[in-house]
């Protein structure tokens, strides 16, 4: 119950919110400021945040080449004028 909570609670951090968070834990983690168990659990935090992060940025590809998709068709018929 308390990993879905947590995931929910991922879900709604925004990119950078993420990216914070992600950093902070990595920093802790490298200087050895919490013990191996708490280590544990927040590399499974940081891997989940890592998911998190790379969804966002997989949705805004996704955008901009919609975006982008009527540029490049316009671009093609100008080429080939």
Do not use: W
Not at 30 to 58: F, N, T, V, W
């Amino acid at each position: 119950m308390a990993n879905k909570k947590q995931k929910n609670d991922i879900g709604k951090l925004s990119f950078e919110q993420a990216i914070k968070e992600l950093t902070n834990i990595v920093g802790r983690i490298e200087q050895g400021q919490i013990p191996l168990q708490d280590s544990l659990k927040q590399y499974e935090r940081g891997m989940a945040l890592i998911k998190h992060c790379r969804g966002i940025l997989e949705k805004a590809e996704k955008r901009i080449e919609k975006i982008s998709e009527p540029d490049e068709k316009s671009q093609k018929r100008t080429d080939s004028e």
